[in-house]
């Protein structure tokens, strides 16, 4: 098993536990000795003394059958035994035996290690190859994708979503065709050069136009789908000596030109801020800025902007969208921290975290992710030292295993719960899908 999940094997022991049959006297008898019947029933003396006769009477039935099977067996072998006293006892023998015996178990479930260790040495060549098998799924990926696009193209062309059941585009993430942005870079390293083609068209045709004229888009959404998802299709066309996976679509200073429009506008989050934490929302027409209702920001939201404004930096030349970027992880740095560990909401206003909810759920998730990532993404730069990100992110994930991650009882899970009133406080056994990713950067 994969050395980062030793607790994997728990998972498919707990499977297999789960799914194997069981006959009904023993789901009688663990039901008996593990329901609250059973501990009502031996609370007082009548349970106690009903308990004890239920016991000796299975006692004497068993008593009684055996010695009445060994003296027809004596019987018979000396001649005196009849054939109807042999097929009677034989017959309650049979049905002595069936109360008793054990259940059938279905084979085991294997876990995706196990299945390919078991598979190299079964020889049977009928099997499809590991290879065949990446395969086989890599083309029910892409199928699966081209199916939504489909679906996508047909009914919602140029809005942020679609709804399936009423098959209706709707702007969601302000209306700057959200769908065909994020899902270029996925087509161009799927190799769908239609879609590459579609895609690609639309934004060099409208998205330019909606930006101008569009109002009120949350920085952060904003920042991670469509500025990312233009300067991914920057990189993965060709522009700057990147990767040239897409044959079809605009040239990559399409994609950069409609990106530093874009990121221009964004930057009036950190530019209106009193603080280096930027505001929430943004409208993009006149390029200004204003919070969230209640004043407050995300601690994710706030520091989930970096890798993308680093990178625009990188490739334009023009350092304004690095350095305001920088300035909040620079500002998160010096606050307060419980163990590494920080509240999932932070005022623009004061600079300051706001409440006491630690969590690697929503609003909380990608602050911990891209402390590592950004630095992977800026260590070998001669921009500055920016080593105290790594420490930060060290002293965080020493700080979730102390404070986040339990086990289950009595299974012994892992998984990573909440402190929704702070580290002196409860642990919530909540974890929604968004803490999965933390696997990922958790080392075990």
Known sequence: MSKSLPYSMRDVHYDNAKFRHRSLFKVVTQTLLTSNTRRECLSCSTGKFLGLLMIFGLACLMLTQTNKAHSVSDGLAKGIGTNGEHKEVTDVGIRFKKLFRRAPRLPPR??????????????????????????????????????AWSGYKKFAMGYDELMPVSRLGVDGLGGLGATVVDALDTAMIMGLDEVVSEAGSWIESHLLDRIRQKGQVNLFETTIRVLGGLLSAYHLSGGDQGMTLAQKGPKPTIYLDIAKNLADRLLSAFTSSPTAIPFSDVV?????????????????????????????????????????????????????????????YISPHSGEFSGENIRLGSRGDSYYEYLIKVWLQLRDTQDGNFTY?????????????????????????????????GPKGYLSPKMDHLVCSAFSILEF
Do not use: C
């Open 110 to 147: 294997l876990s995706p290690d196990e299945k390919i260790i078991h598979r190299n040495f079964t020889g049977k060549l009928n099997e499809p190859n590991v290879e065949e098998q990446w395969k086989a799924r890599q083309q029910n990926v892409k199928d699966a994708f081209t199916h």
């Open 284 to 344: 993009l027409r006149d390029s200004s800025a204003h919070s969230a209702p209640g004043g407050l920001s995300s601690t994710s939201e706030v520091s989930t902007l970096q890798l993308e404004f680093n990178y625009l930096s990188a490739i334009s030349g023009d350092p304004k969208y690095s350095t305001e970027g920088m300035k909040v992880l620079a500002h998160l740095k010096t606050l307060p921290k419980t163990e590494g560990l920080v509240p999932i």
């Open 389 to 421: 990100l790594h420490d930060m992110y060290e002293e965080a994930m020493r700080g979730v295993k102390h404070m986040l991650v339990q086990k289950s009882i009595p299974s012994e899970l892992v998984f990573v719960g909440e402190l929704p009133v």
